[in-house]
């Protein structure tokens, strides 16, 4: 699984310590390597409605830079091909007609190395507006917009994949075994706490608009467990049958289950080489100390129900809950893994989670919270305004990071989000209690 071409990138996205200019072209870089391994087939093919081909992601990001950097702010500039606003905004209202989110597939033009070239274009007129200072904030807004699409781009191409008889893997490697972990607590006395971004002072770091404002809540005493629910703890559910028990499920979980015949996370399977699971390097033994990854929400609150019994009442935290352990452990900048453990990601290989004692990089953890705005929450000003607040209705906030964020994507107060029957995402859980 190769292009025609090979080019020349940078393979690492830069921390937040570096310039913005460093951080614009590396995270430029790394969208660019992400794609190597892929044919224009690959970069073209689309598996579902929640997933977007390779391809549209790199031409959805250029088409953001192009959009509200290079036609919003530089008079002279002219787009490249005006018939592509059409192919390429997301859902954008305020930017006008689009192409059906599930016709993204359908784009055999422009060809992949066409959008490579137009992001090349895009990319050198940018240059002249890193060190403009009125445009910093929008600047960082499209770093982390790419560093999202990243994610989403190897998410994305896995489920393509996967429906291949074949199971063909994107990188061939060897992924490595995670170590036995045995689960301890941290326990939290409660009390008022202080959440949300700070987003204040000139030195305020970068946060999406729904990470704000920040205010207090009331936190009852707590303890969050150290480790995320494993692989073979999921397999004790199973074999339990935890699939099978209408009683630990929601309502509309229970439904979920029944319609779409579903017993155990996505791209597991039991087959004559013993149990498996399907990554970005094909088919692997599925190891049993690893994080369980690609569960839904209902899937994850059906376990914690079926963990009450078990583990001292243990239950899903609240986004507050995990926020107030997180802000006590951990840099609000930086990701708790270090580049060196192998479970951030590069464009070397195939990012997997193998199990740390840290709260950032394995995968996103789904807590019960809804997705709902804070008091005296305000959208941004714009179309950029339609990033995040539109869409928070009937959806669950994660924390965290996963195997596949780019390094310093990752903070304490970042709130992803999904509807709680997606799981193609790397999506765990980690259980908490009260104590």
Known sequence: MAQSQSRSVSPHPVGADNSLAERFHATRALTEALVEPLSD???????????????????????????FLLRDHRSDYALHDERWAFLFNSYYEAEGDRIGRFSRGMLSRPTLDEVLDWRAHVTDVMASMLDDPALTPLIELGIAHEQQHQELLLTDIKHALFQNPLGPAMWDAQLPRAQARERGWTGHPGGIGAIGHEGAGEDASFAFDCESPRHRV????????????????????????????????????????????????????????????????????????????????????????????????????????????????????????????????????????????????????????????????????????????????GQFVLKGASCATPRGHSRASYRNFFYPHQRWQFTGLRLAKDI
């Open 218 to 393: 009331l936190l009852e005493p707590f303890a969050l467990a150290d480790t995320l629910v494993t692989n073979a703890e999921w397999d004790a559910f199973i074999a339990d049958g935890g699939y099978e028990n209408a009683a630990l499920w929601l309502s509309d979980g229970w439904a979920w289950v029944q319609d779409n015949r579903v017993g155990a996370p996505l791209y597991w399977r039991d087959a004559d080489k013993g149990a498996e699971h399907f990554t970005l390097a094909g088919w692997q033994p599925r190891d049993p100390h690893a994080p369980v990854t690609h569960i839904s929400y209902f899937e994850a609150d059906a376990f914690a129900s079926w963990a009450c019994a078990q583990w001292d009442k243990a239950r899903l935290p609240t986004e507050f809950e995990w926020e107030a352990v997180a802000r006590g452990q951990h840099a609000e900048e930086a990701p708790a893994h270090e580049p060196d453990e192998g479970n951030q990601l590069d464009a070397a290989g195939p990012p997997q989670p193998v199990g740390s004692d840290g709260l950032f990089g394995d995968c996103w953890q789904f807590t019960r919270s809804a997705y709902l705005p804070f008091p005296r929450f305000q959208p941004a000003a714009g179309a950029v305004g339609e990033y995040n607040g539109k869409f928070m209705s």
């Open 41 to 67: 087939s690959d970069a073209t093919i689309q598996s579902m409605e929640d997933a977007s081909p390779a391809k549209w992601h790199l031409a959805h990001t250029t088409w953001f830079w192009e959009t």
